[in-house]
């Protein structure tokens, strides 16, 4: 649940008062997104969600977020549109804080995934990928390679009071990948967080995908094995090929793998379970006792992690090379 | 903040569809209301409220308020409207809670009331105390002179904590009040939590008034008394009179008071001090250090009861007796 700072109703007409949307009907605080603030701002124009950036997003990356979900809306990708004010700008300051007006989107995450959401999901992915080729902006991914050994020497004198042998296991995990990490794959702007809180479904069609505030310039394939992870995993952590193929499936119909790219997909899919795992341990090990967000368990994400370190082919996941682009 | 259940999707898209509203397009939880989770429903047909009761409301309780809710909406008062099902029925299940579908009504509560809403508010309150005249059911006040004495012996023995003396203050209050509380005066189906969270304006103009989940059957001037208190005050506890003016001739504009009613006011206005002093008091003498919700401060409701106790006569409030039906 997300609302952190209230809005005195003066503030909230004379901000709207520079939008070409009318007067202000309603203004409710919602439950969606964790980072910042949401309302549903009902005006004479229609409904839209107004989002306040709270302390955990950078005001210099907003520029970046906001202008990937504008250029993304413009190629057709389903995802909140920044709408702009009288003077062309779309980010604009709300009770003191970097706030902006997104359309109204449709659709609902879903609890369980089915197979069909997966392959949607795919090529929707896929979709969004190609329609960020000409984005002009770049954000380099603090949460990839570069950013793992500093996250985890944070949480390396406690991580095996989480789990007994989980600091040297870390440690091995972290050495392999650095060694082995791919220098060159295609790669673009990705949603680096598509789990299936920010994708809406309308029954089995995806009608949007939200919160880009992880998003940034790294491999294609690596936002397709944060799905891997997120999507194809059932709750006892079993992995479920059915709903792996029907992603690559989707996936690939709309953007097909490179050889090179594909046969990295275990490499990047352990590279994905590491660094939520990361995080999350970290999260565990700081957040307060009683806090009002329970944090995630850490150890979904070792479980994952220890998944792909047995899987030896990429075609493991249910997707033949017949599929791959030559 | 109110969202305390979580609702599958395939859950709410069963329950919905026993309603010819559509299907689903978007749900969303909102941060309204205290005691239940509050959704924003949108389906193919329009947006609506949809609220989960959650313990803190007593089930056999609901076809009262909600009864309530559909009988003056049915009389043009500005108020959520309960949506019935395909079997007529507007009190379902969904998630194993008693679950209601109301209209979706526009407008915000405001911060700081001017004496403009004062009197929007009376004319209202008067105009939804006239729509409750022929409403079947009632509901027994439990919060009111009946109901004082037992909730202050849940605080008495460390109500000195929180301010010295206070127990031996209420303890006079009480008894002064059981000694001299009106036996007979206009009733009927009253709010009796007319606090600015729960009155919606757009501009200067009410456009709805929420949360019936305290109404009751008790005197209409008990409501008024409580409102005095809620919007007539200001932050430093000084007693605005224009305010009081304002609202008292909105109100009799639209009922006119009797001559009886119009002078118990000052005490009816100590009650309903005493009334929130009370339950303030149990809430934050009982209310876990650190816990989700900051209990609301007791004193403010002291100070407003000792300015009441100072009035002698009701037309202090603003309001001449020229004013008042013979």
Redesign the interface.
């Given at each position: 649940?997300a609302?952190y700072t209230d809005v005195?109703?003066?503030a909230?007409a004379a901000f709207i008062s520079h939008y070409d949307i009318g007067?202000?009907?309603?203004?409710?605080?919602?439950?969606?997104g964790v980072e910042n603030s949401n309302f549903?701002l009902?005006t004479e124009a229609g409904?839209y969600i107004l989002t306040l950036y709270e302390k955990r997003v950078n005001p210099a990356e907003l520029p970046y977020f906001i202008g990937l979900m504008e250029h993304l809306a413009a190629a057709d990708i389903s995802c909140p549109t920044p709408i702009a004010n009288l003077d062309s700008e779309t980010l604009g300051t709300l009770a003191g804080k970097p706030a902006a007006i997104y359309t109204?989107?449709?659709?609902?995450s879903?609890?369980r995934a089915k197979a069909t959401h997966c392959q949607e999901l795919g090529k929707a992915m896929a979709e969004m990928h190609l329609a960020g080729a000409n984005f002009s902006m770049h954000r380099k991914n603090a949460l990839s390679i570069d950013g793992w050994r500093p996250l985890f020497e944070l949480s390396r004198d406690r991580a095996d009071t989480v789990c007994h042998g989980l600091t040297s296991e870390i440690e091995h995990e972290l050495s392999m990948l650095e060694e082995n990490w791919p220098k060159d794959r295609p790669s673009g702007e990705i949603h680096a967080d598509l789990f299936t809180d920010n994708v809406f479904f309308?029954?089995d069609e995806l009608s949007g995908i939200i919160d880009f505030y992880f998003a940034c310039t790294d491999y294609f394939a690596y936002d397709v094995a944060i799905c891997l992870n997120a999507w194809c995993f059932e709750p006892d952590e079993s992995f479920n090929v059915t709903k792996a193929r029907a992603l690559l499936k989707g996936y690939s119909s709309v953007r097909p793998f490179t050889e090179a790219e594909f046969h990295t997909l275990p490499l990047l899919a352990r590279g994905a379970a590491l660094r939520f795992l990361l995080t999350r341990l970290y999260d565990w090990l700081t957040v307060p006792k009683?806090a009002?967000v329970t944090p995630k368990d850490p150890m979904e994400y070792i479980k994952k992690l220890r998944f792909h370190r047995d899987v030896t082919n990429a075609s493991d996941y249910g997707l033949g090379s017949v599929d791959i682009a030559s």
């Open positions: 649940m609302v005195p109703d003066e909230l007067s202000v009907l309603a203004f409710k605080g919602i439950a969606e549903l009902h409904y109204f989107l449709n659709g609902m879903i609890r309308l029954g009683g009002l």
